[in-house]
């Protein structure tokens, strides 16, 4: 087992409060928030957990957990959801996010947001001031300090 491995099983464990060897998706949730340095939404951990645990059993092992790093690239993991969720708010399918698609996609949500924290959303993604969101920029929001 490679060094980055062995500091990884010693971390997930370290987030196993049980002591059997396997963490429950809150656990878990809290293992990724941790690795990644951000606060990782409920449905964000839900979506990493289903995918990891292969078995279906409710828990992720850490050799289900080694086996998915075996596969993708720590920073690559969630890559497709982050993917989906741009392509699903990106409804002219240009790879840009503009204001009236956020909009769109939170009033769809029952999301009431004031044109004031729309534009305060849009310029915290928003590196290159152009008012729209690309790809890139959107990805960094879920990334940032990997």
């Avoid at 850490?62 to 982050?82: A, N, Q, T």
């Avoid at 503009?98 to 928003?126: G, N």
Wanted: net charge neutral.
């Amino acid at each position: 087992m490679s060094n980055k491995n062995t500091h990884l099983k010693k971390l997930f464990l370290d987030f196993d409060k049980s002591g059997d060897g396997k963490l429950n998706l809150t656990e878990f949730r809290n293992f990724l928030s941790n690795i990644l340095k951000m606060n990782v939404s409920e449905n964000g951990a839900k979506a990493v957990f289903d995918s990891v645990n292969k078995d279906k059993d409710g828990f992720i092992t850490v050799d289900e957990w080694l086996d998915s790093l075996d596969r993708k690239s720590l920073k690559d993991f969630g890559k497709e959801d982050i993917e989906k969720a741009f392509k699903g708010i990106d409804k002219s399918g240009d790879g840009q996010i503009t204001r009236d698609e956020l909009k769109a996609v939170l009033k769809s949500k029952h999301c009431q947001v004031s044109d004031a924290d729309l534009d305060a959303m849009i310029s915290i993604a928003d590196k290159n001031k152009d008012n729209k969101i690309s790809f890139a920029e959107f990805s960094n929001l879920f990334f940032k300090n990997v």
